[in-house]
């Protein structure tokens, strides 16, 4: 998030320059225009406490942060992991706190960096434990090696862009020639456009409004976001991370009618090509009086439905993305993994949306139970 120059903007030194040169053109006939005022400085966004009882970034802040930088990586053989973990959260703690010299002086503002651990070695930690499994492969991928999978997650999120590179910069620094990193991948959203009640979401690449469907309310939250056990995990969540290259040429040719054909939804309000409100379920059986679907067959809204896939819900906090390609790096949370498997195992079979999208990127990591002073990062699941 740029900052506020000090000096007045160029708007402002033209509005005053107009009014000088009204006040000359009129002298002895009006009283001289007053002078524009100083813009005032924004805001600084509010500090996200790193501590309790789930980490930051997955909830809180809400809206999101504008900025994102992922980073996954790959621990090193015979690598402590429950060691890295405890200094990594450490180093949260000083670089949110504003106290640790490796953010050149930058304000940390409203920055959050949430860890996740890759199924290797969640499976090291315990077999049985939720985040052991690793992401099956699906259509439309064309993904190297080196960006299928990974050991580690570190999702840096901020107001102010430069604070991305530089927090990641002191994590990796941190954790030295203990881990390798495999990729990396920045984005930015947009403001959130309220929808309804309680309910809002950013706008995509494509133009549409994206996640209004999710978990929205704490009692949600519990019951489709965080994982309630086994007590060496209870409080984390289950991330899918995802990078898709989007067809914007093509999509883009499209007509917005046929558009709003690929999502269910209407462009502008999000509004289910169903009727009633964004924030409602599509009515899938609504037909016109012809007998045609409102919302296609193979509409997005409708292949993805969680009701229709029997799944749960998944928090999507994605960001759209510029380079290498422009596209969304897909953000999902969920306390099955399933719910994210199954969803789009419905959606390879016949999903519109899917035909514009390539995914170049693809990872599932157990996002680590909250932590504190007393009880450091990962140390319930890594004894």
Known sequence: MSRAESRPSRRAFIGATGAVAATGITAGCESPAPRPSRPSSPKSPTRVAPTGRHQAGITLPQPAQPNLLAVVADLCDAVAVGPLLAELGQAVHTLTAG????????PPGDLTVTIGVGPR????????LP?????PHFSRERI?????GGDLLLQICAGDPLLLPVVASALLEQAGHRIRERWRQSGRRGPDIPVDKGISAPRNLLGFIDGIVGPHTTAEHRRHLWLAGPASVGGGTIAVVRRMELDLPRFTALSVADQEAVFGRRRATGVPLSGGTAAWDPD????????????????????ASPHVAGVGLMLRRSYSTDAP?????????????????????RMDDSDALLGFTTTTASATFLILPGFDRQHPLGAKTFH
Request: a positive charge.
């Open 131 to 135: 985040g052991a499994a690793d992401l």
């Open 284 to 303: 899938l059986g609504a037909k016109t009086p012809d007998g045609r679907y409102l919302v296609p067959a193979d509409a997005h809204v409708r292949r």
């Open 325 to 345: 390609h422009p596209g969304l790096l897909f953000i999902s949370f969920q306390n099955d993994l399933r719910t994210f498997t199954n969803t789009l195992a």
């Open 99 to 106: 106290t640790d010299p490796r953010l050149l002086g930058l």
């Open 144 to 148: 190297a090696p080196q960006a299928r």
């Open 121 to 128: 070695l969640v499976r090291m930690a315990d077999p049985s």
